[in-house]
């Protein structure tokens, strides 16, 4: 045989199996992307997706590439719940209230009364019961919550400054979620409560389309509602719970190995829920003091019916569905395991 030829196949060969271990390295170097879609930016959420971000990224060579969106950039909250039901999307953190949808299950979350501060309900999420029984929400429609945290006290933002429960009468106002327990306990207050995605409330409440709109106090000074209204009234008792959906499919389908990093790292990410995120928010208080708007709390009257009148109504509700009862009761338990720690 020609020896040139043999030379030249030789070297065909050589390059053709150094172009495949390239092509197959580069395969294994990146295999999935992972985007994260927030409604809120500049917030402990936020915060959440950098350090988990960095701790994934610092560990799997490459496998898995993190993008981060905030601020809806991703679509409105049902678009990215949809997205992680289809597959579409892999992470979003919305409000527990626009996953009940999904999961009526996560309508407990939001039931008043539950927390008594922001540590209070991080502690109650951490724990091994809880976090056993919240890895079950979803199963069904091939979705689970990564994490549950509070996105801090719910506040009320109206053009008419609530200082009393008998304001809050006529008042139509945005609440987190379209589920009974985000509805009735508003309704039985006297106000006319209308489920709003986050990032329709705040032109709503520039056209007055709304009087006013309830949210987590970082979304206040994240987008500037203090250009919109000054009268920031904090709900006693009442936190906003974000939690972060991901599809089981796409969790399944990373392998053991990047699935044990990917949960992880998720865990030891949510450290700054009660680092960073208990001190947000003093920082926001003095962001939204510090551009004219006040901070107004009830009366201890007041205080004490309000929580009085929602936790009843909540109550009233969860015991209608035997499930939602025994979540409600295991939470209320949680609660009382961590309270004055």
């Known amino acids: 045989m020609n020896p040139e030829f043999i030379r030249t196949s030789a070297r065909n060969m050589a390059a053709a199996l150094a172009a495949g271990l390239l092509a197959a390295g580069a395969a294994h170097a990146q295999q999935f992307t992972m985007k994260l879609s927030s409604p809120t930016v500049n917030d402990v959420q936020h915060e959440w997706m950098k350090a988990f971000k960095t701790g994934v990224e610092a560990r799997v060579g490459g496998r898995i590439k993190v993008e981060i969106y905030p601020a809806n950039q991703l679509g409105q909250i ?100 379209p589920a009974p327990l985000h509805i009735e306990p508003f309704r039985k207050l006297g106000a006319s409560p209308v489920s709003m995605p986050l990032g329709e409330a705040l032109p709503a409440m520039q056209n007055r389309t709304i009087d006013g709109s309830i949210a987590a106090f970082s979304v206040f000074t994240a987008f500037k509602y203090y ?70 709390t009830l009366s201890p009257a007041d205080t004490e019916r309000y929580v009085e009148d929602v936790t009843s109504v909540a109550a009233s509700i969860v015991a209608k569905n035997p499930r939602h009862k025994e979540d409600y009761e295991a939470l209320l338990a949680a609660a009382k395991k961590y309270r004055n720690r």
């Open 78 to 177: 049902p678009r990215t719940v949809e997205g992680v039901a289809l597959g579409t999307i892999e992470l979003t953190a919305p409000a527990v209230g626009f996953l009940v949808g999904l999961e009526p299950r996560f309508e407990v979350f939001d039931a008043p009364g539950l927390f008594e501060d922001v540590r209070h309900g991080h502690a109650v999420f951490a724990d091994p019961e809880i976090r056993k029984r919240v890895a079950t929400f979803g199963a069904a429609k091939g979705v689970e919550p990564l994490y549950v945290f509070l996105n801090g006290p719910l506040m009320l933002l109206s053009h008419k400054q609530l200082r009393s429960l008998n304001d809050f009468k006529g008042q139509k106002i945005r609440v987190p979620g």
């Open 227 to 296: 250009d919109v209204a000054k009268g920031l009234t904090q709900l006693p008792k009442s936190f906003l719970v974000a939690a972060g959906l991901v599809n089981r499919n796409f969790m399944k389908s990373l392998g053991p190995e990047l699935e044990t990093i990917v949960r992880d790292e998720a865990r030891k990410a949510e450290a700054v829920f009660s680092t960073w995120g208990v001190d947000e928010v003093e920082r926001i208080r003095k962001n939204w003091e510090a551009n004219g708007g006040q901070i107004i």
